[in-house]
Structures are given as C-alpha cells and as structure tokens.
C-alpha cells in the first residue's frame, strides 16, 4: 500500500510551532516527547527500540524506506515509537531480503507519521530550543491541541521501565554454559542479550521490578542492567537492587538507562539534558586506554560530571568529545562498570564490542 499524496498531516510543537506534510503510517493522531536520531541506516533498528518507547523520532537521514523492513533487524518484538518525522519517504524498496515496504509495516503496527517537512529546520529548532512534547495528526480541523498536549506527561520524572519490559522471566543462550548472568531488563535491545549470549553467556531476563531475592534463588555469576525509557531517578526500586547487587561483589555491566541507575546506587546524580545524544556517530574517549571510539547512542538523561570527582568510589571511564559529557564509570574496589553509550551497536560501529568481552574477564576472576 502507498501512503497517500492527498493525505496532509501536521506536527505540532509544544510551543506552537506548526509544520505541514504529508501522512505515512496509519492515519488519525499521536502525541510524544520529539527527539531526533542522525543515524545514516538502521530505522528498523531504531523505531523497535525499547528505549524510544513514547517519543516521536526524527530521522535527519533525507531519505527513510528505501531499503524496506527485514524479519532480523529488530530489537524488540515490535515497534515502540509513539510517532515518526521524516523528509523523504520511500515505500519503493530495493533489497531482495526485505518482506515488505516500511509504509507496510509502519500501518500495520499502528505507527501514525509524517513526511515532507523540512527536518533540518525541525531539528536545529530543537537544538537552539530543547527537547518538547510534539503532536502529529491527519485531524487537523477537529483536534483539540490544548487538550492533546495536556495529556502528555513530562519526561522527567516519568518511570517507564517497568511498562516496556518484560513480564515474566525467560532465558537466552544455552542453559549449559560457563557463566549465569541474571539481566534486569529496563527495555533491553535484543542485540544486547545476542552479544552475551555469543560470548557463552546463559542469561536469564528479570522484569524490572523483580526483588533482589529471586533474582539471587538463581544463583547468577554476575549482573546485567539494561537500557531502557524515562527517567531513572524515578526508578528507585532499580536504584535499591543495584546497590544490593553492588554489595555481592559479583560481576555487574550496565548500559544507557542502567549506567544510570548504577551512578545512582552509587550516590550520584542524574539530570535531563537539553536535546540528548541520538546517532551512530557520537566520538567517546576511554580515559583508561586514551583510545577513541565512535559510538552509537539513545539518551535524554545524563550522569552529573561535577559529583564524580567528589565522589570516592566512582571513577570516570568515558567522556563525550562533542560535549565532554560523562560515557562511562567504573566503582572502585568493585568489579562493576558501566557506559552511557551502546557497546552492541547495531545500527553503527562495532568499536565498543571490546566492553563485553571486559565484562566475560570479570566474570571469568
């Protein structure tokens, strides 16, 4: 199916900005924080995404569909864009592997869009006013935008981790390998979990809010805390595990959301950034090695910089060249660390795969 030419969207910023386009997806009306991604490739990767979960996605890439979908380029079991912004969109498709055309599969999963607006004015708006709600819809003349975006809850101080995750407890990797790792999953990527479990890892996937008791009946070698949405300073069931976790002297990695919860458990702070980091090509220092990586990274929250060297038991890793932003910490006196960015990288470089196999060496002493 073909989205219609006919068919005219609009987005509507929070602070009364209006663009006009072009309908893709289903039609009818989203709400969502905007955020946008500069990633070159991987929208499959992206929109299935746990961590994108009730944000609107701006791809800054000109042209989005033009490779289709494919059954193995997912991170979760479905699409978890709240909406998407695009400038170009292809439902014309030119790889023999893919199953269907993105139009497709945004319409089947119920993903409402918009296409033919300027996002290069949309994201430079973004980037001189900040992160805000956003509203896109085929209803122009009938929606109340005052009462749409009073419906939209501020994302700081918004717990989302436990919305997103999983269920009930499920494992991956095989049950007779060398190492346990019990993994909290805040929304984890399902390439996180294919990267343990290649290294020989036997995984089992916690809900987030399992108590720290049953996760140890397990009996687990080490921990695993994933990314995910929201806030994390509102996840304090999260921040009492880790520090519990912290107290077993086991092996612990977390990534995005959980570096955060481990900065947390371990007496720093968090904050909201201005417009967050999203792309495949984010330059990371390890202060450790004095070696560079280009990294791909999803995140609207941070760790404060200022209250690492105040602290004694954290050591700074990482940090961002762009913005010198804090991208890795490790606890001191503890086999436990954790990076801002994602290690697993799919979409983007495989630079930062070294992370894992750091975590395999502790797990291994």
């Known amino acids: 199916m073909k989205y219609s030419a006919e068919q005219e969207a609009v987005l509507m910023l929070q602070d009364g900005t209006l663009f006009r386009g072009v ?3 289903k039609k009818g009306t989203t709400t969502g924080e905007i955020c946008f991604n500069t990633g070159m490739t991987g929208y499959q990767e992206i929109y299935t995404d746990p961590s994108y979960y009730a944000q609107i996605v701006v791809n800054t890439n000109a042209h989005i569909g033009n490779y289709g979908v494919h059954l193995q380029e997912i991170e979760s079991t479905d699409v978890k864009i709240s909406g998407l ?6 439902d014309i498709y030119s790889r023999n592997s893919a199953y269907s055309s993105l139009q497709q599969y945004l319409e089947k999963a119920g993903i409402i869009g918009i296409c033919n607006i300027d996002t290069r004015q949309l994201v430079q708006h973004i980037r001189n006013k900040g992160a805000m709600n956003g509203v896109i819809t085929t209803e122009y003349d009938s929606c109340n935008f005052t009462e749409r975006f009073a419906e939209i809850p501020d ?3 918004l717990e989302l981790a436990s919305k997103i995750c999983t269920q009930e407890p499920y494992f991956v990797g095989e049950s007779g390998a060398k190492y346990k790792v019990a993994v909290m999953d805040f929304g984890i990527k ?7 479990a290649s290294r020989g890892v036997f995984c089992q996937v916690f ?4 108590p720290f008791s049953e996760v140890m009946e397990w009996n687990p070698d080490g921990f695993f805390i994933s990314n995910g949405p929201g806030d994390p300073a509102s996840m304090t069931y999260a921040i009492k595990t880790t520090q519990e976790m912290l107290r077993t002297n086991k092996p612990l990695f977390g990534i995005c959301l959980g570096h955060q919860i481990l900065a947390l458990a371990s007496g720093l702070s968090t904050y909201k950034m201005h417009h967050g980091h999203r792309g495949l090509n984010h330059p ?4 450790l090695t004095g070696r560079c990586e280009v990294t791909s990274q999803n995140h609207g929250f941070a760790v404060s910089a200022a209250e690492i060297d105040k602290n004694p038991d ?3 890793s990482h940090i961002n060249l762009n913005d010198n932003t804090v991208e890795g ?10 990076v801002q960015y994602h290690p697993e990288s799919s979409p983007g470089p495989h630079d930062s795969h070294y992370l894992f196999d750091d975590f395999l060496e502790l797990l291994a002493k």
Do not use: D
């Open 284 to 287: 990371v220092k390890n202060l």
């Open 155 to 157: 994302m700081n101080g």
């Open 23 to 25: 309908s893709i997806g």
């Open 207 to 210: 809900p987030a809010k399992t």
């Open 329 to 338: 910490i490790k606890i001191k006196n503890r086999p436990a660390f954790s």
């Open 314 to 316: 954290v050591i700074l």
């Open 85 to 90: 912004v695009v400038k170009t969109f292809s």
């Open 190 to 196: 399902s390439s996180i979990l294919n990267n343990l």
